[in-house]
């Protein structure tokens, strides 16, 4: 095993142990947690941060999120993240959907992920362009400003999260 796959594979580890740790403290108990793992981990207590850089993989039940650095903020007296940023080559998959785009941030309050740096949903071979995507969560809803629609013959449009 090469000492950069072992560094990576301890950091990925402990990573996943610290946040996952966190995280599940932090939300209600019938939620599942988020595990992110990254290259490397940079958390700063006094601003309740966590920056996550290098390979950035986040993931809870129904959605994974790739990115190239992830920061998550925190509210440690009411025990919750307020929100998540998202930064370069940013994927999120659900199901067979993904959206593309070079931002995404979660509002944790508003239960939504906003999508922005040329946002692109593509599910099949429909394809869902704008200046931002917004997944309302609970809601099971997706809002795109400045949207363009292509759509494959034979197929309608779908939610970009729809279920199947």
């Known amino acids: 095993m090469s000492q950069a796959f072992s560094t990576v594979s301890k950091i990925s580890i402990i990573t996943s142990l610290f946040i996952g740790t966190f995280i ?3 939300m209600p108990a019938e ?3 988020i595990v992110i793992t990254s290259e490397t981990l940079i958390a700063d207590n006094k601003k309740n941060i966590v920056i ?6 986040a993931k809870n039940e129904d959605i994974t999120i790739y990115s190239d ?6 509210n440690n007296s009411l025990g919750k993240i307020t929100r998540i940023h998202a930064s370069g080559n940013v994927k999120a998959f659900k199901n067979e959907r993904i959206i593309f785009s070079k931002e ?3 509002i944790g309050d508003e239960e939504k992920i906003v999508f922005t740096g040329k ?3 593509v599910d099949g071979g429909n394809v869902i362009t704008g200046t931002e995507i917004t997944y309302f969560i609970k809601k099971n809803r997706t809002m795109v400003k400045g949207g363009r ?3 494959k013959k034979g197929q309608g449009i779908r939610n970009a999260f729809s279920p199947n």
């Open 24 to 26: 599940a403290n932090a």
């Open 31 to 33: 939620e599942k947690p």
């Open 52 to 57: 996550f850089e290098g390979k950035v993989t």
């Open 69 to 74: 650095k992830m920061e998550v903020f925190y």
């Open 104 to 106: 995404a941030i979660y």
């Open 119 to 121: 946002p692109k949903a």
């Open 149 to 151: 629609v292509v759509l």
